[in-house]
């Protein structure tokens, strides 16, 4: 895997450099989050080691601007501030693990290495019902003409709710498919990855489909003026 490591206390920039060379990961390390979007601009990264307490853009503020920008790269952030708000706050910014400072030598490669596994794990097969049209392969889900690109983990999320379309989807059943490790995160994550997946949907498909919540049992996927026809099965879609 490459990373690029971004954190401005330079004795921990090239701590985390040398702790991830070590463990065989090809690394690039910045001190900044303009000198990090610069190099996400010119080269591929697989991770994205990005702590939150950085000088001028901060690296919340550099997370909102990847994800904007439709960059999926995997993005671990590190912090002193471990605060519940803060973690919900990174995760409904797109991150995709959150590790507090700080930590034990091994934890940080080794959420690496999980966050790697997620990602070459098989999905499964395209899933089409109707006007819906979800495609591993790509990433994304169409409906009605439209298409919305998706990270791994919205997938996982709305891959879970188009199966259980029109019935609620508990937070343990969502927090079980996507992430298929024994250190998963608190339900709260969930709710942060709603939250952001429901304002890409109403973004892209103006109302077509609506993820809603339960509240005290999970989510709903609400299918409008689409027929989901014969590929639905008393709400449930078939692979």
Not at 163 to 178: A, K, P, W, Y
Not at 203 to 230: A, Y
Request: charged content about 25%; proline content about 3%.
């Amino acid at each position: 895997m490459k990373i690029l490591v971004i954190e401005d206390d330079t004795p921990t920039r090239q701590f985390l450099s040398n702790l991830l060379k070590c463990e065989s990961f090809g690394v690039r390390a910045v001190s900044s989050a303009e000198q990090g979007l610069s190099l996400l601009s010119q080269e591929l990264f697989d991770l994205i080691v990005l702590d939150l307490g950085l000088p001028g853009m901060t690296g919340l503020e550099m997370l909102r601007y990847v994800r904007s920008s439709e960059n999926d790269t995997l993005v671990l952030v590190l912090s002193g501030d471990d605060y519940l708000d803060t973690k919900v706050q990174s995760f409904k910014l797109g991150a995709d693990d959150f590790l507090s400072k700080p930590f034990v030598l091994r934890e940080l490669p080794a959420r690496i290495r999980a966050l790697g596994r997620r990602v070459r794990a098989p999905i499964g097969p395209k899933i089409k019902a109707g006007g819906i049209s979800l495609d591993p392969e790509a990433g994304s889900v169409i409906s009605d003409g439209r298409k919305m690109v998706l990270s791994r983990t919205e997938y996982l999320f709305l891959e879970l709710m188009i199966r259980h379309v029109g019935n609620i989807v508990t937070r343990q059943m969502l927090l079980t498919r996507m992430y298929a490790e024994k250190n998963t995160p608190q339900e709260d994550i969930i709710d942060a990855y709603a939250h952001r997946l429901r304002k890409k949907l109403a973004r892209t498909f103006n109302g077509t489909l609506r993820l809603v919540t339960v509240w005290g049992q999970g989510f709903v996927l609400e299918v409008n003026t689409i027929s989901l026809g014969d590929d639905a099965d008393s709400g449930m879609l078939r692979a």
